[in-house]
Every structure is written in structure tokens, then in C-alpha cells.
């Protein structure tokens, strides 16, 4: 079946544009993560989401960052005035369940500010 | 708060040589671990995963085993082949709802 699809694969912004990440999760999955991923580091988390409901978003980096996912199905990053710090790949997971479950990834969005 | 700490890369090794990838990590309860593997230009999977204390989790011939007195999962295989050469992250899991990897770990293995 179909995985995680994210879009835009690549990004390219000017400094304060709003850049907005899509992300498809796979059918059926109930939870949705985004993460931060700068080059040679780990992924951070941003923020996590059951069905609609976001319940958890202390990972997002400040109050330019937004995220919905509004009919508990596709989910939108939102990233306002962005700032050259903001550059990285953004990932998207899914999972069946938690964080106790196996999330399953998309190929990211790598961001670049100008 | 909870956290994963993995040992620098990066790791170099001919192949059929024993790896060994230390993870130690720090969480109050008890949270699940997981190690993930990113291959060459593709996204992140799944490599196995632990959900409690003395699980072991395999898978391809790797093996990591949850030790909760020494609060480590460290990742392990016997005889690692050039297909193996990838970027290792160990991953933890707990209540709340935040997950968290490890800096990551790049493994070369040559023929």
C-alpha cells in the first residue's frame, strides 16, 4: 500500500516568506508526527497529533510554526516569516497507535531559507 | 526530561566484523525503545524495537536487548555486509507524547 508522502520534496525560500509542508499520511493511522531535522542531527520533535486533535506541540520553535490537521487525515506545517535558522528537513510520521508504535516515515521536506 | 544518547560516528568496518552501537538513555517509567535506520537516499524505518525491560528486539540479524539497570539498548550483529552501510538512530518512547532520537550513528562497511 501507499506510505507517507510529503510535498513539497524541496523548498526554497526567501527570509521572510511562509512556507507551508504537506504531509499524507498512511490511511487508517491514527497518530501524525512532525520533526525537525537539521543536517548530521537527529530528528527533533515538533509536535504530535491524534486524529485532529493536537495534543502535544512544546517541540514547535516558536510562534511562526503552526500545524493542523484538520479532518484527522492530511496534515499542513505552517512556517511564517521564515528565518535562515529554519532550514532543514522536515519529517512526517505516521503510526497506528502512540509513540509506543512503529511510525512509518516520509521522504521529508528539505527546506532551505535564503 | 527524557533523552537518547548514542556513540559518535562515524563507525567504519570491513565487512563481517562484529558492530556494536552504544545507546544509553534517560526516562522516568517506562518507555519503549526503538532503533531506526536510514539508508542510502531513503527515508527512515523501522529496524527492531523493545517495549519492556529485558525485551529483545531483532531483525536482519541485528539484535538490541533492554536493559533497564544500565538504562542502555545497545545494537548489535554479528557480521555486517556492505548493505548494511547506513545511518543507525536509537529512538525512546514514553507516556506523554513526545518521542526522541539520538544524534545518530553513520556506518560504512567495506568489502
Known amino acids: 500500500g501507499a506510505g507517507v508522502s510529503q510535498s513539497p520534496r524541496y523548498k526554497v525560500a526567501k527570509r521572510g516568506q511562509d512556507v507551508a509542508l504537506r504531509c499524507d499520511p498512511i490511511s487508517g493511522h491514527v497518530s501524525l508526527f512532525w520533526y525537525q531535522q537539521a543536517l548530521g542531527q537527529g530528528p527533533e520533535f515538533l509536535t504530535y497529533?491524534?486524529?485532529?486533535?493536537?495534543?502535544?506541540k512544546s517541540g514547535l520553535p516558536s510562534d511562526r510554526f503552526f500545524a493542523e490537521r484538520p479532518e484527522g487525515s492530511v496534515s499542513t506545517l505552517k512556517i511564517q516569516r521564515t528565518q535562515q535558522e529554519d532550514s532543514a528537513v522536515y519529517l512526517c510520521a505516521s503510526s497506528r497507535g502512540g509513540v509506543w508504535e512503529t511510525q512509518y516515515f516520509g521522504p521529508g521536506t528539505r527546506l532551505l531559507v535564503l | 526530561g527524557d533523552s537518547v544518547t548514542q556513540m559518535e560516528g562515524p563507525v567504519t568496518l570491513s565487512e563481517e566484523a562484529f558492530l556494536t552501537i552504544n545507546c544509553t538513555y534517560t526516562a522516568t517509567g517506562y518507555p519503549s525503545l526503538f532503533w531506526y535506520v536510514q539508508y542510502p537516499g531513503e527515508g527512515l524505518q523501522l529496524l527492531l524495537k523493545?517495549?519492556?525491560?529485558?525485551d529483545k528486539g531483532s531483525n536482519k540479524g541485528f539484535e538490541a536487548t533492554y536493559r533497564k539497570e544500565t538504562t542502555s539498548f545497545h545494537l548489535e550483529k554479528g557480521s555486517v555486509q556492505v548493505s548494511d552501510s547506513a545511518v543507525y538512530f536509537c529512538?525512546?518512547?514514553?507516556?506523554?507524547?513526545?518521542?526522541?532520537f539520538g544524534t545518530g550513528t553513520s556506518l560504512t562497511v567495506i568489502p
Open positions: 523493545a517495549t519492556k525491560a529485558d
Open positions: 529512538a525512546l518512547g514514553n507516556t506523554g507524547n513526545q518521542f526522541y
Open positions: 497529533f491524534q486524529n485532529e486533535a493536537q495534543l502535544d
